[in-house]
């Protein structure tokens, strides 16, 4: 028997990605590039345990056991790991023994935080160290192929998914633009937003857009490959001005985009675009940006800021969302107002580890 | 002394009109195409007064003095009129003649319903008649110096404002698709959505959207000109179909380009949001458009439905409503549930009259 168990990190895209080019393989329109948070405070854990004894795989995903398909992406994430280990010439494990997988996230799934993204990056990184493949390019096109997103996880610090030009998807993989130590004064606040309504799921709400939105073929052939080059420009220099705005600007982008399809997707709400007000306010205020938003397909805010401008933008969030808080509209984690602080800042980024 | 009272109905633009070539002159960067509402239930009405004894040139909104000051929208005109006077060999009212102007709107301003639209048309349609100048196309001009949409609002109907493509605006013109008579049977509702936030004012928005968009560019060349074309079709062969779907992505299409304005121009709520996702389900379970939504720039929804499907759209509408309705967050001018129907219901389409 072997067992191995791993953490894997969330990222938050800067520059989003929605919009798949083959649906299967989960090749992307455009490039995206993301910051990868600290496992600290949001992670992944999954164990990965092979056993001559077990008759059959199985998974459990926080506590619950999950169906384990033919032809699911779990079932084609394994697959694309023993061809790799194959490849390597690997022979720690033999690709006959059944797999026990657990997979737990130490955050809520309704929190929207892309649970899936670090859930199969740790997933695959798990079933790596199982069979003693190196993390490799390679390796991100496996994880791509759970969910999109989960490629970028696999690094720490700020990630690039490349779209690729392969039929075989064998050149959309992530790369690492710059380590964890990189930006060490970078931070993100997350701001979680309950929000009753119904939500178009990712995928689907992707497929539409391709299908409906006459405006998302003019975001990634002239909008997305000058914020790809402009935001690692601003990486590479830490130019927060530069990062803040194209990362707002990409931000509302993607969700006008959502808008334009059809029947229209949402996933901002009031609250959403109250703190959008209030940080476009706040830098104007501060007379240049000081801190940054990101929405992703939900109503949560991940605020960028550097570590010197936590506190008083911490501040500033306190007093002017204290009713929304109050009333229950604006929460972190269901818990009350003085725990915001604490909970909310993600500080530092690292990627997968065992 | 001579007098004349006109009113002026409210128009809805179904193809947004969102951008403008030209601030002054009021040139739109796209064609737009907009119904006329009957002016039994919404109106703008104005009272133009000249005399020899006026000693200066003075307007009331609404019961209140408003400043006519050199160089205003207001001035403007007024100049444009005396040159058209002129023009045309009117001589009924002296030029030099100073004028009391009084306008009201049956409906509040609050309300979000363009009022400057009717207002505008109101004061140039009733300064043609004081002045003997005929209902052209050069009237429509000036009507859209005072507010762009105003031009629209001069005829009954379906109605297309031009771009132009001349500098001094001369071809920049409304005209009639068809007349108020040709699709008896069309109705609007309007259900009027409270909103505490503060908008951005749409000249402040189109103006921003212009210099910061990426999107708005290609929705103009690429989008437009042929939803133009086919809502066109649509109108002249009363096929509601395509009128729903093509007016639907009109409205989603420009809160789309206001969101990826820079800071982004948010114009719709929740509530708005609610409506939208009700339409669609109601149509889906209807098993065609049965009604169309669009938004001009704040959360109230015009919703268009032919007169043999009002009854069951009605009470379809207040029964997702109610809770809204009660807690406070939508309400009809104020007025409690039941007299949703008979506020919101803008039957019929007819032009300025005196």
Partial sequence: MFSVTCVAPVNIALIKYWGK????????????????????????????????????????????????EEGSRLQRCLKEVHRLAVANGS????????LHIASVNNFPTAAGLASSAAGYACLVYSLSRLYDIPLSEELTTVARQGSGSACR??????????????????????????PSDHWPNMHVLILVVNDARKKTASTRGMQQAVKT?????????????DRITRLREAIASHDFQAFAEITMKDSNQFHAVALDTYPPCVYMNDVS?????????????????HAAY??????????????EHVPHLLSAIQKVFPNDLADGDTYLRGLPIPKVQMLSAAIGFTGCSC
């Fill in 213 to 225: 939105s006459q405006l998302i073929k003019h975001r990634v052939e002239q909008v997305v490959p």
């Fill in 294 to 307: 990101t929405f992703d397909a939900g109503p949560n805010a991940c605020l960028y800021v550097l570590a």
């Fill in 21 to 68: 080019r083959h649906e299967e393989l989960i090749l992307p329109v455009n490039d995206s590039i993301s910051m990868t948070l600290s496992t600290d405070e949001l992670c992944a854990k999954t164990t990965v345990t092979a056993s001559e004894s077990f008759e059959r795989n199985r998974m459990w995903l926080n506590g619950e056991e999950v169906p384990f």
């Fill in 273 to 289: 675009h109250r703190i959008v007000s209030f940080v476009h306010d706040y830098n104007d205020r501060m007379g240049s940006y």
């Fill in 91 to 98: 022979q720690k494990v033999p690709p006959t023994w059944k």
């Fill in 153 to 178: 996880s696999l690094y720490g610090g700020f990630v690039q998914w490349h779209r690729g030009a392969l039929d075989d998807g064998s050149d959309s993989v992530a790369r690492q633009i710059a």
